[in-house]
Structures are given as structure tokens and as C-alpha cells.
T-cell receptor, first 112, second 114 residues
């Protein structure tokens, strides 16, 4: 079993839809959770960073962490074609320099 | 966040040769990381590079195959040695912010080995 599981998609939605991207994990000691967006032929771009449980909102993006269920989500409201990319979840044991463990990434296509 | 640049952005190499990838950061960072992203796969950490000391390699990666240099706090290189087609991948350098929480990535080097 992988430490972090993420549905690879692809996920195709119409413009304006609400998108839900999810990851599950097995290590209950993970404390830091991140979402990255990666456009084709580009490096990953940090979108959201959350510590422990709870929600965090930034514009159209909301990150949610449920440590009791070992489940994290990224919601995208009013999705745009420019949101079409691969979304990677990542997590680590603590801050400092513990390595990030990545999910496989979910490909999202938002069509006009 | 720091600006990270990589050279080359892409290359096509012959089997058995070596390629050195450069990573330049516009501010001083203590630790830099090198990742590999194989086609259709997620990111896998190759090694952590500290300035002034030997790099620390993850399981499955060895110094002879992926030698790393870290001559100062803004620069690092990763060499992919004696390449085979299985080394075809995107190679990314990365750094953590000063607090050690948020991690940022360079644009990547797309390597194809024939």
C-alpha cells in the first residue's frame, strides 16, 4: 500500500463547476499538507499549505484536512479552463526538513 | 518565494553518456533537494543537498549514478551518469523556505535518453 493515494483521473468538468480533488494517506503522523499545481512541461507550483486539521481558503481554492479520517481535499470553485493541470497532494511528518511524500497526481481538464 | 532556475530545460542524450543539470536560486538556502518525475509518475526524492557536506541519498539512489555538488548556498548540480533509457525523466530541484515548511520547485529538466 502506498503511503499516499490519489486518484489519477483524468477528471473532466465544465467551466464553472466545483471540483473536488482528494488524497488519502496511511501515516497518522503526517502534520503538514500541501497541494501543488503542475502545468504541462512545468515544475510544480505550491497552491495551498495546511498544518494539521481544518480548512484553509485562498480565493477560489479551499484545502481541507481531516486527520481522523486521514483524508485531505482541495476544492476549486468556479473552475476555469486555466485550472486545467495536474494537481499533486504532498505531506510530511513535521516541519523542518522531513521529506515530502507525494501522491501520484490528478489530471484535471476544465472545458469551456 | 525564491526564484529557482534550471539548466538545461531539456536535453536528448545517448545511452552511456552523462548529463549535468544546474540549479540556481536567487537567495541563500540551506538545503536543496533533487527529485525525479518519471512519465506518468509522481515525484520521487533522489537526495538532499547541504552546502559543504555530502548529499544524503534516498533508498534506491546512489552517489555513483547521481553525483551532486553544492558549492555554495545558491547553487547545486545533479549529474546523471552512464545514462540508459530508464533515466528518461524530468529532474527537478527544490528548496524549503526559511521556516522549513513550504517547499518550492524549479521548472525542471526534461531528459530523454536514446
Amino acid at each position: 500500500q502506498k503511503e499516499v493515494e490519489q486518484d489519477p483521473g483524468p477528471l473532466s468538468v465544465p467551466e464553472g463547476a466545483i471540483v473536488s480533488l482528494n488524497c488519502t494517506y496511511s501515516n497518522s503522523a503526517f502534520q503538514y499538507f500541501m497541494w501543488y499545481r503542475q502545468y504541462s512541461r512545468k515544475g510544480p507550483e505550491l497552491l495551498m499549505y495546511t498544518y494539521s486539521s481544518g480548512n484553509k481558503e485562498d480565493g477560489r481554492f479551499t484545502a481541507q484536512v481531516d486527520k481522523s479520517s486521514k483524508y485531505i481535499s482541495l476544492f476549486i470553485r468556479d473552475s476555469q479552463p486555466s485550472d486545467s493541470a495536474t494537481y499533486l497532494c504532498a505531506m510530511s511528518l513535521s516541519g523542518g526538513y522531513n521529506k515530502l511524500i507525494f501522491g501520484a497526481g490528478t489530471r484535471l481538464a476544465v472545458h469551456p | 518565494s525564491a526564484v529557482i532556475s534550471q539548466k538545461p530545460s531539456r536535453d536528448i542524450c545517448q545511452r552511456g553518456t552523462s548529463l549535468t543539470i544546474q540549479c540556481q536560486v536567487d537567495s541563500q538556502v540551506t538545503m536543496m533537494f533533487w527529485y525525479r518525475q518519471q512519465p506518468g509518475q509522481s515525484l520521487t526524492l533522489i537526495a538532499t543537498a547541504n552546502q559543504g557536506s555530502e548529499a544524503t541519498y534516498e533508498s534506491g539512489f546512489v552517489i555513483d549514478k547521481f553525483p551532486i555538488s553544492r558549492p555554495n548556498l545558491t547553487f547545486s548540480t545533479l549529474t546523471v551518469s552512464n545514462m540508459s533509457p530508464e533515466d528518461s525523466s524530468i529532474y527537478l530541484c527544490s528548496l524549503r523556505d526559511r521556516a522549513g515548511n513550504e517547499q518550492f520547485f524549479g521548472p525542471g529538466t526534461r531528459l530523454t535518453v536514446l
